[in-house]
C-alpha cells in the first residue's frame, strides 16, 4: 500500500533538472508531494487530483498518471535552496475513513550541489 | 496565520510510562493529523480528527489515542511506551474536509529509554 519512490536519492549541480517518480498499486484519488530538510518539518509543494491535472510550483512542476496510478515531480535548473527529502503523500479516497489519510513513500534524498 | 506548532520539541521518557503530546492548528483548520516518523522514513500515519471526532486511523495499537478540542488544539496519548515508539510526532492541519495541503508542525522528537 505505500507508495514507491524513485530514485532514493540523486545528487544535482545548480542549474540541473530532476525528475522524482511515485507510484501505487491502489487507484487514488490524489497524490501530495511534500520537502522536508533535515530537522524540520515536512513542507507542502503540492496536491495533484484525480484527473490528471499537472500543477506547478516555481520551478517545480508535476503530472498524475491517473490510468498507471503514477505521479513524476519535475525540478528544473535546481537551485541550493531545493535540497532536501521529497516525499509523495497518496490518498486512495474520499469516503470510507480514506479521505485525508496520506500513506507516504520513503522519500528521495536530493542533494544540490554548487 | 500563525502556523502549527507543537509542544514539547523534545521528550525522554522511560518505557511503561505514558506521554502526551500537543498540537495547536492555524485558526479554521478542522482536521488535524498525526503521524509518526522514524528516522529516515516517511511519516506514517497515526490518526486524524475533523471536527474533534476521529475521522481514520492507520496501524497503530489502541494504545496511541488522540483528542481534538473546539479551539483547534489537539493531543496525542501514548500509553505503555515501547523503546520502537521512539521517534519524531508530526502534527498536520488542514482547512476543511475536501482535499488541500497540510500544514505541518516542525514535531516533537520522542525519547523511549
Known amino acids: 500500500q505505500q507508495p514507491v519512490q524513485s530514485p532514493q536519492a540523486v545528487i544535482l549541480r545548480e542549474g540541473e533538472d530532476a525528475v522524482i517518480n511515485c507510484s501505487s498499486s491502489k487507484a487514488l484519488y490524489s497524490v501530495h508531494w511534500y520537502r522536508q530538510k533535515h530537522g524540520e518539518a515536512p513542507v507542502f509543494l503540492m496536491i495533484?487530483?484525480?484527473?490528471?491535472e499537472q500543477k506547478g510550483h516555481e520551478k517545480i512542476s508535476a503530472s498524475f498518471n491517473e490510468k498507471k496510478q503514477q505521479s513524476s515531480l519535475y525540478l528544473t535548473a535546481s537551485q541550493l535552496s531545493y535540497s532536501g527529502t521529497y516525499f509523495c503523500g497518496t490518498e486512495m479516497g474520499l469516503y470510507g475513513g480514506s479521505q485525508g489519510n496520506l500513506i507516504f513513500g520513503k522519500g528521495t534524498k536530493l542533494s544540490v550541489k554548487p | 496565520e500563525t502556523g502549527v506548532t507543537q509542544s514539547p520539541t523534545h521528550l525522554i521518557k522511560t518505557r511503561g510510562q505514558q506521554v502526551t503530546l500537543r498540537c495547536s492548528s492555524q485558526s479554521g483548520h478542522n482536521t488535524v493529523s498525526w503521524y509518526q516518523q522514524a528516522l529516515g522514513q516517511g511519516p506514517q500515519f497515526i490518526f486524524q480528527?475533523?471536527?474533534?471526532?476521529?475521522?481514520g486511523r492507520g496501524n497503530f495499537p489502541p494504545r496511541f489515542s488522540g483528542l481534538q478540542f473546539p479551539n483547534y488544539s489537539s493531543e496525542l496519548n501514548v500509553n505503555a511506551l515501547e523503546l520502537d515508539d521512539s521517534a519524531l510526532y508530526l502534527c498536520?492541519?488542514?482547512?476543511?474536509?475536501?482535499?488541500?495541503?497540510?500544514?505541518f508542525g516542525s514535531g516533537t522528537r520522542l525519547t523511549v529509554v
Open positions: 480528527y475533523y471536527r474533534e471526532e476521529e475521522n
Open positions: 495533484l487530483l484525480k484527473g490528471g
Open positions: 498536520a492541519s488542514s482547512p476543511a474536509w475536501v482535499t488541500y495541503g497540510y500544514t
